[in-house]
């Protein structure tokens, strides 16, 4: 459940220009704030999405505004809230990666999914590789203005989001499925366990009855 509502939360970022970044920071925050059940890295991933928050709505208002007839461009009159905003998204965005991915490490530990683990490490590696290079032609954006600097960091956004969206789709079906057995197989163990004690309980009592009845016949 709660995989599925970030997964929505990221697949709501590919329209982030258009405004609907303020829609799927929200549901990234409460997607994982819902697997934090599983492990509570999870929560520190559903509190650094709130931080991508602040883009989000600067970047509808940006959008609205304009719309609504209000002649003010933000992004032009405010350039310094424009850039404080996007590089709080993106190092939001990093320890977002960053919980996420110790979660889902933890969990394949304990589950025993090797492959999962590995895929978790190299998410984590390539996200953080990207996020920084992202940052960097924010700056470099700032102080350059050059228009290919602006395409670059626009592929490097949707690269970012493509690999998260994957890697939560991946972490929706594995890991909510996994859990889920594991829970079914720990409870079935558990019933076993209690069956056999009963089981070895009842064995108990009816030899110590046949013993006793035995030694009455002796009298």
């Not at 310094?80 to 996420?100: E, G, P, R």
């Not at 670059?152 to 970012?160: M, Q």
């Not at 989001?161 to 720990?186: A, R, Y």
């Not at 009816?206 to 013993?211: A, D, K, L, M, N």
């Amino acid at each position: 459940m709660g995989f599925g509502i970030a997964f929505l939360g990221y697949c709501f970022l590919f329209l982030h220009e258009a405004g609907l970044g303020a829609v799927g920071a929200p549901m990234l925050a409460y997607g994982f704030f819902l697997a934090s059940r599983l492990d509570p890295y999870f929560l520190g991933a559903s509190i650094s999405a709130l931080f991508m928050l602040p883009r989000g709505i600067f970047v509808l208002l940006d959008v609205l505004l304009p719309a609504a007839g209000v002649d003010l461009d933000l992004s032009s009159r405010f350039p310094w809230l424009n850039l404080s905003s996007y590089l709080l998204f993106f190092i939001a965005w990093f320890f977002l990666i960053f919980y996420q991915c110790m979660g889902v490490r933890r969990i394949a530990t304990d589950c025993g999914h090797e492959k999962l683990q590995r895929t978790a490490s190299r998410q984590m590696y390539l996200s953080a590789v990207f996020i920084l290079f992202a940052i960097s032609l924010v700056v470099g954006q700032s102080i350059l203005d050059d228009s290919r600097i602006v395409l670059i960091g626009y592929i490097a956004f949707y690269v970012i989001l493509l690999f998260n969206l994957f890697f939560t789709h991946t972490c929706q079906v594995m890991i909510t499925s996994e859990g889920q057995f594991e829970k079914d197989k720990q409870y079935v163990a558990e019933q076993n366990r209690l069956a056999a004690k009963k089981r070895q309980s009842d064995m108990e009592k009816e030899q110590e009855y046949r013993e006793r009845k035995q030694r009455r016949k002796r009298k």
